[in-house]
């Protein structure tokens, strides 16, 4: 008989919106959250007895009544609230991941300062993300971001590479450098008896350290730019430890204008879509070892 | 032997990003441009003769060739130097209909202020629009924008409705309000020999009007902050004479967590996907004719 | 004060699954029905009154027990069912446009015939589309596909078109011609008193059409290509009067593999994303007039 | 300094076509192939020196050019044949993974039946998948689908499930149970020397034996049919190790209609979107050891 290996269950993509009141202030959290649990689980794919199995509805609800009992200060504390409940609650459950993606949103500005304090504007930058793992001794929080497209219109070049019978790029001395950043990160806090991170805090400086040494770097390929953003990760922030950066390298061709007697001198582009350079790597604190996926999910 | 109708064709979505470098500080402009054109050519449907036929992909290498020799000021400047290209030098065209997406990007902010001034991040709210049509006489310029989210947590209601034998949603006091923004909206404009309007400035305008308008309206319904938003943009701005807004209502629906003994005082959503309320209307200057199709294209 | 002119409202995207059992035998039918309305519907605007306004909500209840008074014949006929309803059930509601996606199913062939007459593989090539309008008087239905993507590998030219200074493009003998094809047809059954055509018969032969003339047709251009699938159409149906067509060119390139020593006898192509080329037009019975808008909705 | 973990580089997504002439008879090949290396290449992270970088362009020239060379007899074989060539070429690459999404054509059928041997019209169903990784010295080979959506309309139940304070869900007794299932398989292949196993062919079963399985097995929770998928690969086809599922339960939940007077026996739902249970897990060859990630990637 075929043996059964790595297997887990729950509700993906529960969308939990929380508005929380101060007077006529109000905040917002909007969430997309999949739980993903395991434990003894081995009848119920031999026999189809469900007896070890919480439904998936019920965790879908469990995310639901966790936002108004515990509030959702930010997503990796709620991440660990709901992480906490499902192996501590649950005999047969041994170990809880749980992927949040967060969705931002500013304030809409209007014309009396003080009128609309309930009314927003989704950002539509970056996604935020967290992915915690607790199996009732240790926890895993892995935090980061996707869909952050950035672009240095020049300081980038590319040149002195390897070349065989199928080479036929020139080389490039003032290129445009463009990427959308998919980053993870993970914490070193793995010991819930100790204190948390400043969750948010440490999120907006990750963000910033990106950007920044996406920009300050003058690149000479995106393999260095991509060891540059993550050690600057790594350099200025204590509580991370290991951080793994899957960047596209979203081309940029300079368009030929010669045969119409233009001189196209880096100003015309045709942004491409496909294909695509990929270049994916892990950055770590030195002594540590990796543990993020070769593979950055999706979600 | 049956009629040829309405046809048109051109290359759509040419992707060109345009640097302008001020010294050491750059400027981007960053679209996605489709060209349609119409004319005389009956025969390339009929018989297969491409002689009225100019190549899709010369309509492609005229984007850019243009993007060179007149830059791009604003989508809707760049869109009229392509549609009068199409028209006045080719005989066998007679129409041309440019349809522009532009996608806006922010600098990023380093640590020395002087240092990044070619580094972007992308700001990925809206998708601003525009739509470009000459027939050799007259122009209409229709611009726009999609994708903008936004969401009031409080200030809406909605009761008192028409209720028949398959009704059974409750009266709502005290409900999200959220949607997705897609405007379009149409310029006077139409003589090229009269001075263009201050294309910028008026998307600006038009952007805030509209933001505005849905926070600032205590909403009974859809439809009326609709019409305030479409309203808002006919009083304010002369040079625009309709307004066709199409917005999907985002549902937010209150989590009912009675069976677990809680307490939901409008604090905990589902934000649901499919189905959605969908509201669509013009709203017109007073004595003008409508032109935008009630269907609003998704490029 | 600005004029309200054309709206509607209604719920968009209602997906109804509908299962038939034939004794051990299911059917089943899948469909995407979105529901729009029109009427006395300026006060909602203005004031925010609903006293006229049956809720979105509403409208897709009504879906779902329409879907059990009435089953799922066709896509066709149970939009008619719903557009019947709206505008003959409510005073204030004059007109009502019923758009539906239907998505195809095949049953899963197992070991023993009899066994598995309840399994089904969705079928996942095009998606069948039908938009029913009544306003209590004339009936429009306007039923199509999209997403159904079509290759030549051979017997497609393109040469002896127009030029000018932009023009790159070398002329080609034998080039690889493909699309996706979106097509709506409309039908000239427009009395409810007339007898309906058969809405699957019908659309079954469209299809076959349509597939027919893309690969029987030596083309000189996709313009050429498109009229004679219109027309395949035209001269087949009597029950149809008017074809609109939106065919993207999708690009393949031929790879040039000199550089490498290798001579590429049509044999490698690159399939290109962007730009496209994008061919539309309208086939029309002689004598009739077009009413499907230039531009095809997307759902 | 920072430590470089796991890394590698490529280009992502070349579409590839490759037509194969038999006299008037055209065959056709259509794939998305990504390829992705590693090796030598701290120095091109830490300093941007690309001595040992082959271009991302140059592995794109790669594999067009490999097409045309070794023809594609099947996407395994061809990931074959990039593989060796980049690990065996280039001293500084000592490992390459080659990713492959394949989509499937099938003939239009024509009048006379001679007429067009190279007319497709795209299936449109589940795309297939592979992934080839060569270190040199071992093979693995894993292939499967994606994207294949299947449903069962009676034969599924869901009881006797663990319950706790936020358990609302009603017992099931007859469900629809439907997922869209994403597989991977393993294959045992992993010696250059041995005879490889015919790709096409064990494809072809394993696709089968995935859809048999789903329908034959009378189900108590989605993971039992999950166990029985993957058992029935595992069971009939000596080559493959090791499968891993991942299944969405694309849930369809049954309308109320009883407050419309109307009785639901099973035949009208509601098809929804998010969230949806997930399930995923292994199964192995008895005696072997999992090798397939977690989580599926995308591509």
Redesign the interface.
Known sequence: ?????????????????????NGAT?H?K?LNV?V?LSGD?DE???????????????T???V??L???HGIESAESFGIHLARHFVT??E?ISRARIRIEEYA?ER????EAD??Q?????????TRLTQITYDGERWEVVSGLK?????????SE????????????PEAYDR?LATEVSARWRFDWADGERPMPDWDASYAQARVHL??A???TY???L??T??QM??RI??NQDEID?V?LSL??KH?FL?D?E??G?K?D?????????????????????G?E?RI???L??L
């Open positions: 008989m075929p043996t059964l290996g790595q297997n887990q269950y729950g509700k993906a993509e529960c969308r939990v919106v929380r508005i929380t009141r109000h917002i909007d999949s993903s689980m119920v794919h031999y026999s189809g007895s469900n007896a070890n199995v919480l439904p998936t509805d019920t879908k609800n469990t639901y009544a936002a108004k009992e609650s649950q047969s949103w809409i500005e209007t014309a009128e609309a309930h009314s927003f504007v989704r950002k539509g930058q970056e869909d952050l497209t950035v672009l240095n219109s020049t300081d590319f040149w002195g590479y390897a070349k065989d019978k199928y080479t036929t790029l445009i950007l920044r996406f920009a300050e690149s000479l390929s393999q260095q991509l060891y993550g050690s790594i350099d290991e793994r596209p390298n940029h368009v204008l045969p119409f233009l196209n880096n100003e015309v582009y045709v942004a491409a879509d496909r294909p695509y350079g990929l270049i994916e790597a892990t950055v770590l604190r030195d540590h990796p996926p070769v593979d999910p999706n």
